[in-house]
């Protein structure tokens, strides 16, 4: 998704509290993992995340109330917390 954006001009910062898993460290880009919050946060993007408190690290959580927000989502437990 992050390479994706960018190939249309957009800047992205790629978030996470956790690196990657070893079975998912060969994705690319997967080494730009971040343990912050965006520097700018026109939008949020969540994916495969089933509620709010799965985002880790709370500064995610604060920004979430505050911000434009998508859930790319499958969980049917999700509560629909993306705008």
Known sequence: LA???????K???VSCPDPAPGEAAWLPSADRL???QPERDELLVAVDVA???RLGG???TR???RTE???IDHHVTN?????
Request: proline content about 7%; glycine content about 16%.
């Open 3 to 9: 390479l994706g954006l960018e190939r249309i001009g």
């Open 11 to 13: 800047t992205v910062t």
């Open 34 to 36: 971040v343990d912050r």
């Open 51 to 53: 509620e709010p408190a």
């Open 58 to 60: 709370g500064h995610l």
């Open 63 to 65: 920004l979430w109330s």
């Open 69 to 71: 927000s998508l859930v």
């Open 79 to 83: 509560p629909g917390f993306g705008q």
